[in-house]
């Protein structure tokens, strides 16, 4: 069973930065995809980055920029930088994986999720 535990989210000004963090212990960096995904109240979740087996990163223009994922594959780690934060990136932010060569920011392609990071950014 793949476990993923969160951490680094807080409050922040806007312009400020956070980094995030996901420790995925018993999970296989070579065999699939991890993603930090973000759920602000009443919206859909949403994929903000992903990092596939061979190391290639995706991002949607809304954070293109200024959001940078990355792991660490000896502590077993996936990272979350955000930098330039604006008020609309406050939201829950979710690690997720899956065993699969291609990456998606579709939820429903992802079999393991940790319990969310709580980010907000105020003006």
């Known amino acids: 069973q793949v476990q993923l535990v969160e951490s680094g989210g807080g409050s922040v000004q806007t312009g400020g930065s956070l980094r995030l963090s996901c420790v995925a212990s018993?999970?296989?960096?070579?065999?699939?995809?991890m993603a930090w995904f973000r759920q602000a109240p009443g919206k859909e979740r949403e994929g903000v980055a992903s990092?596939?087996?061979?190391?290639?990163?995706t991002y949607p223009d809304s954070v293109k920029g200024r959001f940078t994922i990355s792991r660490d594959n000896v502590k077993k780690t996936l990272y979350l930088q955000m930098n330039s934060l604006k008020p609309e990136d406050t939201a829950m932010y979710y690690c997720?994986?899956?065993?699969?060569?291609?990456?998606?920011?579709?939820?429903?392609?992802?079999?393991?999720w940790g319990q969310g990071t709580q980010v907000s950014v105020s003006s």
């Open positions: 990092i596939s087996h061979d190391g290639a990163t």
């Open positions: 018993t999970y296989t960096y070579t065999g699939g995809c």
């Open positions: 997720a994986a899956r065993y699969a060569l291609f990456c998606t920011f579709a939820t429903t392609g992802f079999s393991y």
